[in-house]
Nanobody, 120 residues
Framework: QVQLVESGGGLVQAGGSLRLSCAASGSIFSINAMGWYRQAPGEQRELVAGITRRGSANYAVSVKGRFTISRDNAKNPLYLQMNSLEPEDTAVYYC??????????????WGQGTQVTVSS
């Protein structure tokens, strides 16, 4: 059993910042790639940023230069620093992780999501 729990969402004014965290726990042997996705009402879930185990990151064009993804391989958390937030960034943010469990089962796991609301 693997759990991902996001935190750090909330309401912020345009131009403000938030830092999201995602903690992984459970029967984890290793975690490969991790990422943040978001889903706005009536929209499809979209990739915000991803990061490999070695720290190589990629970003959606809409957030590049404003958001920074990072991870701590020793403690398993994943972070998303969001600066210069815009109303268009309003969405539920989900983290995911490609996990190998202690029984060597590999799968992608998702958190339950955290709401980010940016007011204009």
């Amino acid at each position: 059993q693997v759990q991902l729990v996001e935190s750090g969402g909330g309401l912020v004014q345009a131009g403000g910042s938030l830092r999201l965290s995602c903690a992984a726990s459970g029967s984890i042997f290793s975690i490969n790639a991790m990422g943040w996705y978001r889903q706005a009402p009536g929209e499809q879930r979209e990739l915000v940023a991803g990061i490999t185990r070695r720290g190589s990151a990629n970003y959606a064009v809409s957030v590049k230069g404003r958001f920074t993804i990072s991870r701590d391989n020793a403690k398993n958390p994943l972070y998303l620093q969001m600066n210069s937030l815009e109303p268009e960034d309003t969405a539920v943010y989900y983290c995911n992780a490609d996990v190998t469990t202690m029984t060597l089962y590999k799968s992608r796991y998702w958190g339950q999501g955290t709401q980010v609301t940016v007011s204009s």
